[in-house]
């Protein structure tokens, strides 16, 4: 779940440290299923992110990923 991957892991949402391969979760996605389980996206550097929707693997800027999933707390880290 998006909404618990980095749970008890150390996060943050300071954007300008960001590192190719972190775990972006954000609290609530889009769509029904968003709103339960959050959302989750790689980043894959160059300020893109690549994740898994409906329709298939997509990639976009993390400032549009962010307005689209950012209804709550939206970090980054590493899950482990």
Do not use: C
């Not at 008890?8 to 389980?37: E, P």
């Amino acid at each position: 779940n998006g909404n618990s991957i980095l749970a008890g892991y150390a996060t943050s949402s300071d954007w300008a440290n960001i590192k190719v391969g972190q775990i972006i979760s954000a609290q609530y996605g889009s769509g029904s299923a968003g709103a339960i389980y959050g959302h989750t996206g790689i980043y894959i550097g160059d300020g893109k992110v690549m994740d898994s929707i409906s329709s298939g693997i997509r990639t976009s800027s993390l400032t549009d990923w962010i307005a689209e999933n950012g209804r709550g707390w939206v970090v980054y880290g590493w899950p482990w």
